[in-house]
């Protein structure tokens, strides 16, 4: 029986073992490797197949110089204004959020562009603490072996913006049909103000909700300035 348990145990060691290394491994490749799909991606065709539907997925990789300053400015300024000075997770934002909902409030997300690259690319979209775990794993690797500049490129390249709709370009295109090289402030800002919600918002047809966020968001980026995007 003895026996029989350490080599389980044994197993188990270089199961785990494995699996870091290969986690590690393929955080390195995506250093430099163009990503041509997501785990949400997968998700969502799965969701589609079980659903009995066809989902065409919308993506097309654009290199960092090819994504729009506006765009890339207008999503730290919506989702992640302290992106260049945490190291992953941003402890004021999660404190805020905390004391938001222990006071009656809305529980609201606090999780960076970093965290959401690492869901976003190597996990799954539903709530768990085993899910928030590995996402707290990738996002550890990913801010030690990426610059910063690597996490947003990648994010801008993988969020999602609508069914089936994900990456900067599909998005630009999708709304506005231009490259999203070539995206103006406020189109920029629409793009930001649907990513909590993007699947039951529209930046083409904005509510007035996405067009207050978007003003909104528009003084975030005056604030923090072009400049900023040279910090990263």
Request: glycine share 8%; proline share 3%; aromatic share 10%.
């Given at each position: 029986m003895?026996?029989?348990l ?6 188990l ?7 870091v290394g290969?986690s590690?491994l393929?955080v390195?490749?995506?250093r430099?490797?163009?990503v041509?799909?997501?785990?949400v991606?997968a998700?969502?065709k799965l969701?589609a197949?079980l659903?009995?539907?066809s989902?065409e ?7 960092w110089?090819?994504?729009a300053d ?19 997770v ?6 805020r ?18 965290q ?5 690319l ?5 709530r768990?603490w085993?899910r928030k775990a590995?996402?707290?794993w990738f996002?550890?690797?990913?801010e030690l072996?990426?610059?910063k500049e ?17 990456g900067?370009?599909a998005?630009s295109?999708?709304y506005f049909g231009?490259p ?13 103000a ?14 007035d909700?996405?067009l ?8 975030q ?5 072009h400049a900023?995007l040279?910090?990263?």
């Amino acid at each position: 029986m003895r026996a029989w348990l350490r080599r389980l145990a044994r197993f188990l060691g270089l199961a785990l073992l494995g699996w870091v290394g290969l986690s590690i491994l393929l955080v390195l490749m995506f250093r430099v490797v163009p990503v041509g799909g997501s785990m949400v991606m997968a998700e969502r065709k799965l969701e589609a197949w079980l659903a009995g539907e066809s989902l065409e997925i919308q993506h097309q990789w654009r290199a960092w110089p090819a994504l729009a300053d506006s765009a890339k400015l207008a999503v730290l300024a919506a989702e992640d204004q302290r992106f260049p000075d945490h190291h992953g997770v941003d402890f004021i934002e999660l404190r805020r959020a905390v004391t938001t909902s222990l006071n009656g409030g809305e529980l609201r997300g606090a999780s960076t562009i970093s965290q959401q690259t690492a869901k976003n690319l190597f996990l799954w979209t539903g709530r768990s603490w085993v899910r928030k775990a590995l996402e707290a794993w990738f996002t550890l690797w990913l801010e030690l072996l990426w610059p910063k500049e690597r996490i947003l490129e990648v994010y801008l390249n993988i969020v999602e913006w609508d069914d089936g709709v994900f990456g900067l370009e599909a998005a630009s295109q999708h709304y506005f049909g231009v490259p999203a090289s070539a995206l103006s402030t406020a189109q920029a800002s629409r793009l930001a103000a649907i990513l909590p919600n993007p699947r039951g918002l529209s930046a083409s047809q904005p509510i007035d909700h996405v067009l207050q966020r978007s003003r909104w968001i528009r003084g975030q980026m005056y604030n923090l300035g072009h400049a900023y995007l040279d910090r990263l």
